[in-house]
């Protein structure tokens, strides 16, 4: 089956700083894999790239078998690891919008994750507090039937009751043809959800590896092993 | 795609364009009277007072709205694209060239609208102050015919002709001045930092390469022009007219120029912070 | 049921350990219909890979089948659960018998304890 995402020889440089160097990996569908790394690490570029945020200094990306472009934006539900929800618009609106653009988007799904979330649908972006963003956000990207869901740190600084059931919410989303990309450095919050782990440090992948595979090698969790690896 | 985001661009930008221009009519409104009042009023009583000032801030609110909706036109492309919302509208399935044509269609709708509003307020101050009453069609034909009449007598060619250039003329005017802002801004932003002044420095900058070009133009045909025969043989419509097409000319340039460039920064050089 | 997990071990393989134990309790009847995979990694709070492959361990030991189109079952052969009871048995005793080794407890020492805490237990429940 054709991979989720396939990165060759990728490298992205900031003027004469090297965010991403020679990167090769490949997410087959059906995986939920984590990307791994301390901050500045090249995660979210990595995310950027596949996004076609960024264009890449050299090497490739392919996101279904696709350079980053229209085509492929049709197959990604994107999680950024800010709040980019325009300040004006309201729950209903967000999910026009969503509706208008994306054609895998569930409205009737977005309208019952806001309501057992308590989130109201006429409120407007600029009356909500941070973690109602955060929501929101999570659940217009997350009532998509996506091929390719990139979650730019999904769980940093929210409360463990939301991070669990962003984790539930992953888990219940699980479809054989789509894969999800969490990058985190909070990994223990994620391991038991994951499937591969990708880790990336100064902008190389050091590792990839399934999660039983390496607590089966190194007798220990992900988590450690991760703090072990990465010891300032 | 391009009509569902010109429709949520409308939705954007039409929350504070319609009530702006809403209240500009009721204030053009009230300004007619005001005029209407003052004609019949000698003394400086307190009403006066507030016709004055009613026709100030008609004055005020006219000014203001042509500020806003220039401020607007800026402030969607910088914020939607360049700015977090870019992580949501850059991420879309659609073009860049969908992304950029809805800005300049919508911007230039109110353009155009502020235009209409412009006339249409003064109309109204003009027909209840009394000055004017409604036009009479048949009043305008004829005016429009010993126009035409009398440009045919200095040979200059049809009115019609002359109003369609001065509309193209128009309508490149505010593509070159949209597009200029949004290729300084994809430009200055596709930076690290200093996004904000780095485009007003590429505004800048352009505007000083276009200066440098047009000079450079002007050196270049001027002796010629005085050494040629052109003005001798061509006649006045023939000259009007080249004059209109060429202004079109570097318009059309222009506009594809920007263009192109916001295009290439917005596909390859997009740096969202 | 309460689902933890240890670290140091692949989280299938705590799988595996989990149900089999629910099997061998009796929490899981002979012949149940277990929960859907998608069910059973929500509650567990895992990706549903991993309970995949974890049911697909149980089959392979003959503890669940499957029924085409229809899920999975507990097995109702009662021989299969009761050996896997004994496993488990096995287990706690083999780790038993090792931590108290750890403490310099001799095999005597070992049956002697458990006869004193039986009575103990005894007679907690007799007062």
């Not at chain 2, 505004?203 to 052109?230: D, H, Q």
């Not at chain 3, 989280?11 to 099997?23: C, E, G, N, P, S």
Request: aromatic residues 10%; hydrophobic residues 45%; contains cysteine.
């Amino acid at each position: 089956m054709e991979t989720c995402l396939e990165c060759r020889a990728l490298t992205k440089r900031f003027g004469s700083a090297r965010a991403l160097n020679g990167v090769n990996l490949t997410v087959a569908p059906g995986r939920v894999v984590g990307l791994l790394g301390p901050n500045g690490s090249g995660k979210t570029t990595l995310i950027k790239l596949a996004n076609g945020l960024l264009t890449p200094s050299s090497g490739e990306i392919a996101v279904c078998g696709l350079t980053p472009g229209k085509e492929s934006k049709a197959l990604v539900s994107y999680l950024p690891d800010r709040p980019c929800l325009p300040e004006w618009m309201s729950g209903e609106g967000l999910m026009d919008y969503y509706a208008d653009f994306f054609r895998d988007f569930d409205r009737a799904k977005a309208a019952d994750m806001m309501a057992r979330l308590g989130l109201r649908e006429e409120q407007r972006v600029s009356q909500m507090s941070k973690g109602m963003k955060e929501k929101v956000q999570l659940i217009l990207v997350m009532s998509r039937k996506a091929k390719l869901y990139l979650l730019d740190e999904p769980i940093g600084g929210v409360d463990p009751a939301t991070r669990d059931y962003i984790l539930d919410t992953i888990i219940r989303n699980y479809a054989e043809d789509a894969s999800v990309v969490i990058s985190t450095h909070l990994i223990s919050d994620v391991e038991n959800v994951l499937d591969d782990v990708i880790f990336l440090r100064d902008g190389t992948v050091t590792m990839q590896a399934s999660v039983d595979d390496i607590r089966e090698q190194y007798g220990k969790s992900v988590d450690a092993l991760f703090r072990e690896v990465f010891k300032c | 795609m391009l009509g569902k985001l010109m429709k949520h661009e409308f939705r954007a930008t039409g929350r504070i364009m319609l009530p702006l221009l809403a209240a500009e009519l009721i204030l053009a409104v009230l300004a007619g009277f005001s005029v209407r009042g003052l004609e019949r009023m000698e003394d400086m009583s307190f009403l006066h007072a507030l016709y004055v000032l009613t026709l100030i801030v008609f004055g005020l609110g006219m000014f203001a709205i042509a500020v806003v909706v220039f401020v607007l036109m800026i402030q969607r492309f910088y914020r939607s694209l360049l700015r977090d919302e870019g992580y949501l509208s850059m991420t879309l399935p659609v073009t860049v060239d969908a992304q950029i044509w809805a800005k300049l269609l919508t911007s230039f709708v109110w353009f155009l609208a502020v235009g209409a509003l412009f006339f249409l307020s003064m109309f109204v101050v003009m027909s209840i102050g009394s000055y004017i009453t409604l036009p009479d069609l048949e009043e305008f034909r004829e005016f429009w015919r010993s126009m035409e009449a009398e440009l045919r007598e200095l040979g200059v060619g049809s009115m019609a002709l002359y109003l369609f250039e001065m509309l193209a003329a128009v309508f490149l005017g505010v593509c070159v001045t949209c597009l200029r802002c949004y290729a300084s801004m994809a430009i200055g932003c596709s930076a690290a930092d200093h996004k904000l002044i780095l485009s007003f420095v590429a505004y800048f900058l352009i505007g000083i390469a276009l200066g440098m070009t047009s000079n450079a133009a002007v050196f270049a045909v001027l002796p010629r022009l005085e050494t040629s025969s052109f003005f001798e043989h061509v006649s006045p419509a023939r000259f009007m007219h080249t004059v209109m097409l060429g202004n079109l000319v570097i318009g059309a340039g222009l506009s594809a120029l920007f263009y192109l460039v916001t295009r290439y920064f917005l596909k390859n050089k997009l740096n969202l912070a | 049921m309460q689902w933890h997990f240890d670290s140091e071990l692949p989280i299938y393989a705590q799988l595996v350990a989990h149900i089999k134990r629910a099997i061998a309790t009796g929490e899981l009847r002979p012949g149940e219909k277990m929960t859907p995979v998608r069910d059973l990694s929500l509650e567990a709070g895992v990706n549903p890979n991993t309970m995949q492959r974890a049911l697909q361990q149980l089959e392979r030991e003959g503890l669940v089948y499957p029924q085409r189109g229809n899920g999975r079952y507990v097995t109702e052969d009662t021989g299969v659960i009761e050996r896997a009871r004994k496993t488990l048995a096995a287990g706690h005793v083999r780790r038993y018998r090792e931590a108290m080794r750890a403490l310099g407890c001799s095999e005597e020492e070992m049956i002697g304890l458990l006869r004193e805490s039986r009575e103990e237990e005894n007679d907690g429940n007799l007062s």
